[in-house]
Structure formats: C-alpha cells, structure tokens
C-alpha cells in the first residue's frame, strides 16, 4: 500500500535533500549574512532606532524600486498593512470582502478590523490561491447590482466591496482573469502578498496588480525585518493618505499637535527598517538558492508515488517562499503520520491553516462552497523552504 511506505519514503527525500543535516531544521529560518550588524549597529550608535529615521525611507524606496510599485510604505507587521490597505479601498463596517476561505487568519483578522464581514470563496488547485472563474460563476447567482453601482449579497443585502487575493506559498493567482472578474463586478481588490515578495505574474511584481498589496516581513518570510510589513500604493494620493493613517494622522508642524482623524501607530521603527535594507539586498541571492533548493526537492520526491510537489504555472516566477507538497488524494491519517515521522526527526514540517469556515470566529460567515478548499487542508504538507537550506 502507498499509504504505508509514504511517510519513510518523504522523510528520506527530505533528509537526502537537506545539505547540512542538524537537530533540528525550521520551516523557514531567517539568514543575515549581509550589512545586517552594520545597518542596525548605525542605528544605534547615532540614535536612530524608532519611529523615524533615513533607514525607514530607504527601506521604502527600494521596496518601491524592487517590486515597481510606485509607493510603498513600511509599517509594523503585515496584518497591520492589510487594515490600512482595507480602510483605503473603502471597505466599511458591515460591509462583504470576498477572500479565500484557505490563508492564515491575518487577511480575516484586517476584515474584521474593519467591522466587515469575511465572505468566504474557494481556491484552484493550479494556483492554491483564488479560483477567478468559479469566482465569477458564483457572484453571477448572488450579485444585484444597487443603484449606487455597488454589487450586493443577494442573500444577505450586504454591499461586497472588495477581494482579497492571496498568494500562497509565494504562488501568484491568476491574476488576469482576477481583474476583469473585480472589474465586472465593481469590486476593489486589494492583494494580500504577504508571503510572495519576490513573485512575478507575467512579469510584474504580486502586490502591484489592485489599488494596494500588502507585503510581510516577519521572521518566517522570504526577508525579515524582525515584525514588519509594507502597503504598495498604485497612487500618489492613496500612499500618502496610508503614511497618514499609520502615523497617528498628525498634521506636519514644527511643534504642535494636531491631529485630523483617529488613525494609527503602525509605523515601522528605524532599527527594523535597517534590518530590512540589508535583507532586500540580498534578496535576489535569497531568491536563487530557494530556487535551486526546490529544483532538488523536484527531483527528490520525482520517484515517489502518491505525492506531488507544488509547481509553479508556467507564466509566472515563484519565490518558492513556502515548498509544498500534494497527496494525491486527501487523507487524514497520513497527513498526520507524515508529520509525525519529520517533526520526530527534527525536521519541522506543517499542514496547511485549517481553514477559516472552520474556526468558530468565521464559521458563520457567507461563504461559497468549498470543494477544493477542504481537500486542500489533508492534502498538503510544508517542508523546511529557508534560504539557508540550499548551499553549493
Ligand atoms: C504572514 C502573513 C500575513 C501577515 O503577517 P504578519 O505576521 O502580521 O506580518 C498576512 N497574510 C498571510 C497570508 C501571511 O502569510
């Protein structure tokens, strides 16, 4: 039976795959082999370690450069950028975003933040991320359109504002066919890039696509700044209100204090943002060996019957931030004895988030129905993916 000899065989792939086998190896360990020591020693020799300084614009103008997005602003975490970037597409309480039901609970968190209404939709086996045409199919049965051009829940009379696409694993959705489904329906839509910097859709940087992307920089992600993330803003005026709304909106002024709206502390501090700087440097070396390790992790688990490893499609570049791996079919029991025999031999590996119609917080939600989604969750298992891993 395959079921029998899988577990062995994947932790043996993974072990001949990993080139300096140690206690224990993480999902996705951060490296500073760059100017790392030096940025954030700066930082502290002259001061400069919180909520302003140059390494804080830098940080954002080479985001900027890197991804081709016109803006970028730096705040403090990546769920953070999705409540801001949320609050400038124009999403209101009691409001509907449409998201896919399969991410980690920070892109339901920012709705909610919002006191809007997660509505929950399916994925494509192809990308993991949102299915643009089932998509399309299902607000084709439960759109009215108001009177003030908005699209409406037929079912619950909510005004849908927006969607949430989210790159998983650092693979892009089909973003096209995405867009033109947004455009139909009126709706925003605002990228949770989380975990894909360093992702291209036919060669334009994941993030850049809608309005506003929001982009993560926690110790598990492609570069670190310790806690960080970034809005990319298409426009001038949409960046400047979003440095705005995550400074406390006060008004420049030599010394008083006024402030025009209940607003935000989200802004990143100097010293993580010097952090950031000496990691974006390196991301292209990043990039190269998470590649290559990959191409291994291809090659190692090519001879192994009943599982797959996640491809990208053939029209974008991947940052392979996160390795997957398919079963065949969904199964429970082997899941969890895959991740028994790895975890056991200290190497981390992990399913993917139990998705959000099944925690009790979201288990009301709208939402669409979720074929593919929960085969997904006892179909794939996360290998060790940090740079780190892949030497010569
Ligand atoms: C990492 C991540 C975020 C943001 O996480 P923070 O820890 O707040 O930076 C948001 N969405 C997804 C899908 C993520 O993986």
Known sequence: MIGEQLPGQLLAAIQQVLSNPTDFTALHE?????????YVKDCLETGWVSSVGQYVDQFERNLAEYTGSPHAIAVM???????ICLLLAGVKPNDEVLMPSLTFIATANAVAYCGAIPHLIDVSNDTLGVDPDKLEQYLNDIVQFGTDGYAYNRQTGRRLMAVIPMHTFGHPVELDKLMRVCEKYHLEMIEDAAESLGSFYRGRHTGTFGKLGAISFNGNKVITTGGGGAILAADEATARMAKHLTTTAKLPHRWSYQHDQTAYNYRMPNLNAALGCAQLEQLPSFLNRKRRLSMRYKEAFSHINGIQWFEEQEHVTSNYWLNALLLDEPDEGLLNRMLEITN????MTRPIWTPMHRLSMFSQSPRMELTVTEQLEFRIINIPSGSRLFDE
């Open 30 to 38: 951060p490296l500073f082999e760059g100017n790392e020591w030096s």
């Open 344 to 347: 056991d031999a200290g190497i």
């Open 77 to 83: 975490n990546g769920t953070a950028a999705l409540h």
